[in-house]
């Protein structure tokens, strides 16, 4: 089977992160976001994966490149000279998608959830529709596309919404669709919206149907929401693969740490916490709801809750971080501030306290 996975767009939501790594190579429970993808789609049989990227593909290219081996796939690139929306790329990697004649896997780069992909092909399979796309329920669906059903039809869409402002309904798109190439004569090689020109008009042609997802969701392109995405990941670990996790006494709930981290052994780390490679926490500092990134370094007595501490950055003795604060790479937080909300761009020192959130540029 094949797969295109969009990865373009210029991650801003998630800056400073993304001033660094292109989104999808930022890192989630350790890993880049995107081999957690890769990996649910090698295991669905899917033998041919195309990203469709428009910016920093060089970057992209080089990272990616060890994923084939190690997930035993194919990886094509598709660059487009110009950002063609979230329907646009799958007109320029038409060739590739009529390679053959089966249906093919398109997802959002920025998504988490236990992929039930081969579910989801079955599913396709048996209603014989041009087009499903996974959905699930959320509280607040203003910011994504919303599915209104059929009502005498529950899977199949009736309506295709996409960031409505009124409330229709809390049945969100979450950004996987599984499609025939038969779509592919729905989309022109130009900057094309999926979700506001192609599914609506499928919807309408009664072509689309929807599939509920089971278990935790979350798109991760914002801190606030990777934060919560962490939490809901760790606990999906804590059932499919708990021995993964950490424990001991200075562990409280799911905590993952990377097994090139050093931990100080009277700290306490949990809940919800991801320790990535290479960082180093000293005694006694409490960290829960965050996330370390590589070479991230937490001096003694610090306390970071509910933020993203990035690449290489230190955040000195007694300092405190809070609110979803996130500092991007190689930020220094001197002693004893209290950094609260701040997003902290990269190469900064933080010397005096931040109250309110912020950019600190
Ligand atoms: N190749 C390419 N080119 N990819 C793009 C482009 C582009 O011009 N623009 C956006 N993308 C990619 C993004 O990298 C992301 O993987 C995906 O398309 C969706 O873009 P986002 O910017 O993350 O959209 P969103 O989060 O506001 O909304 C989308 O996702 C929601 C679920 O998380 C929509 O699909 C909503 O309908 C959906 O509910
Ligand atoms: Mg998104």
Redesign the pocket.
């Known amino acids: 089977m094949k797969a295109l996975i ?4 210029f991650g801003t939501r998630l800056r400073p992160l993304t001033l660094t790594l292109p ?1 999808p190579l930022v890192p989630f429970s350790n890993r880049p976001m995107i081999e957690i993808q890769i990996d649910a789609l090698a295991k669905a049989g899917v033998t041919d994966v195309i990203l ?3 910016y920093r593909p060089d970057i992209m290219m080089a990272e990616l490149e060890k994923f084939e081996k190690k997930y035993n796939i194919k990886i094509h690139f598709s660059v ?1 000279q110009e ?4 329907a646009g ?1 799958l007109a320029l990697a038409r060739d590739l998608l009529l390679k053959d004649p089966s249906p093919f896997f398109v997802l ?4 988490i959830c236990p992929f039930p992909l081969s579910q989801m092909a079955e599913f396709h399979r048996q209603h014989g529709r041009a087009g499903t796309i996974a959905v699930t329920r959320v509280e607040d669906p203003s ?3 919303v599915v209104v059903a059929h009502p005498h039809e529950p899977t199949l869409v009736e309506r295709f919404v ?1 960031k409505p402002s009124d409330f229709v309904s809390n049945r ?4 996987i669709y599984i499609l025939d190439i038969s779509v592919l004569d729905r989309i022109e090689l130009r900057p094309t919206s999926i ?1 506001k020109e192609i599914f609506p008009s499928m919807a309408s042609d009664n072509q689309l149907c929807c599939m509920d997802l089971e278990g935790y969701w979350m ?1 991760v ?1 914002q801190p606030a929401d990777y934060l919560s995405g962490i939490g809901l990941h760790l606990a999906h670990m804590r059932d499919t693969e708990p021995a993964s996790l950490a424990t001991g006494p200075h562990i409280v709930g799911n905590v993952l740490i990377h097994p090139t981290a050093t931990v100080a052994p009277d700290c306490l780390l949990g809940p919800n916490v991801t320790v990535g490679p290479n960082a180093r926490i000293e005694s006694g500092a409490r960290i829960r709801d965050s996330a370390l990134l590589d070479h991230a370094h937490v001096q003694a007595h610090a306390r970071v809750a509910k933020s993203i501490v990035g690449w290489q950055s230190r955040v000195g003795r007694w300092a405190r971080l809070d609110q979803v604060t996130v500092l991007g790479l190689d930020v220094q937080v001197s002693e004893e501030v209290f950094v609260n909300g701040a997003r902290v761009l990269p190469h900064k020192t933080i010397s005096d306290n931040v109250y309110e959130p912020s950019i600190i540029m």
Do not use: H, Q, R
């Open positions: 969009l990865v373009g767009g989104k469709a990227v428009n487009e950002p063609l929306g979230t790329p959002n780069s920025d998504i910011k994504y596309g996409e969100i798109n979450a950004g979700e798109d392109g």
